[in-house]
């Protein structure tokens, strides 16, 4: 299982979603914003890229891809898993 289903699967079962639902739930999600191939669980290479990212570096690429800038200039809060400016 490619490692970014593999997140996604553990984090809605901890939400309290069965496995087997949680699975169907990821699977489709990550279908649609192109990180799996449609029809299958095999990551595509934006898949394979974001899976190997840490929470921190996907969290920092959200951020940057939403104001245009770079990545670089954010910090990256645990507790709710997103990032801030920098000196902002």
Known sequence: MPAILDRLVGQLKRKGHSASTS?????KALQKSGNLKPGSNKATSK???RGA?????????????RSGRKASAYTYNAKN????????
């Open 23 to 27: 699975y169907a739930i990821a699977t």
């Open 47 to 49: 898949g394979k890229q």
């Open 53 to 65: 990212m840490t929470p921190a570096a996907r969290a920092k690429d959200r951020a940057a891809k």
């Open 81 to 88: 898993n997103t990032a801030k400016l920098l000196n902002a």
